[in-house]
């Protein structure tokens, strides 16, 4: 039976903008109704269900029960560690609360976006909530598998995070029964094994320093490098030349449309870099 083939995912809102699912609902290869009417079964998504209030608890609590250590947990947005976590409450319930009630039952968990992935733009200094991504939630939490092993967690950073990158990661999980190759800050390799820089369709101005030096003048009109308009591809990892971003024409990404790149997949990089360099 179909269903019995797609795998569960539960997907959990914490401290977030909701741009991640935002940015998922636009994919069109596959489009998100087929991810979640055909391949996945997406029992539980604050933003994308159906059901509210007691009916959606009901839903995640049934979810779990059958499909206990089966089930793929996504998060987006950080997790609040101060006073208990109190700034982000779901059902009446903190954000460490859920991942203890949840986690422990997951096969593996996916962090998408920047903010499940390290904390992202709530954890700018001063870090009111000392907001950090799941990974680091769940070690000083000490929340680990039912049956005592580490919970594997892919980050899938990106402000928002491309879509493809999710749908790719789910998709290679289903397709061969396992998580793909992650790098140290546990980012999909196929996704992020190769600088932005290394990719760029402006390189070749990059190499011939031919720069845009203002944004409208002559080099940015041409379609010149943006370097010394302050990208950061030459530092962040990300397959985002390679697939682009948005799916609505040809060089649709940042540096496509003639937008440095900030850096929003890397950490402690651009916009992360100045968030917490903040006084
Ligand atoms: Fe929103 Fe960015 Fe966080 Fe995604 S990573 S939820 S787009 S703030
Ligand atoms: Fe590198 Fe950015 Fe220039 Fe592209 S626009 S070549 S990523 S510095």
Request: aromatic content about 8%.
């Amino acid at each position: 039976e179909q269903s019995q083939a797609r795998p569960t995912v539960i997907w959990l809102h914490f401290q977030e903008c909701t741009g991640c699912t935002e940015s998922l609902l636009r994919a069109t290869h596959p489009a998100v109704e087929t991810l979640i009417l055909d391949l996945i079964s997406l029992d539980y998504s604050e933003t994308l269900m159906a059901a509210a209030g007691h009916q959606a608890e009901q839903a995640l609590h049934e979810s779990l029960e059958k499909n206990k250590g089966q089930f793929i947990l996504v998060v987006e947005g950080s997790v609040p560690m101060r006073d208990g976590g109190i700034y982000c409450k779901i059902g009446r319930k903190t954000p460490q609360q859920l991942l203890h009630e949840i986690a422990p039952h997951a096969a593996a968990a996916v962090a998408i976006g920047s903010c499940a992935s390290w904390g992202g733009v709530q954890s700018a200094a001063p870090n009111p909530t000392e907001a950090v991504g799941l990974q680091e939630a769940l070690t000083r939490e000490g929340i680990v598998k039912a049956d005592g092993t580490v919970l594997p967690v892919i980050n899938l950073p990106g402000c928002p995070a491309s879509p493809y990158n999710l749908l790719s990661t789910v998709l290679y999980y289903l397709t061969l029964k396992k998580l793909p190759e992650v790098d140290a800050k546990g980012r999909p390799t196929f996704a992020y094994g190769r600088l932005i820089h290394d990719n760029c369709e402006r390189r070749p101005h990059f190499d011939a320093a031919r720069f845009a030096e203002q944004f409208g003048d002559e080099g940015h009109r041409q379609g010149w490098c943006l370097y010394k308009l302050g990208c950061k591809g030459p530092e962040t990892y990300a397959n985002c030349p390679a697939i682009e971003f948005g799916d609505v024409g040809a060089n649709t990404w940042p540096v496509g449309i003639g937008h440095p790149c900030f850096g929003c997949a890397e950490q402690g990089v651009g916009f992360h870099k100045a968030l917490h360099e903040q006084s």
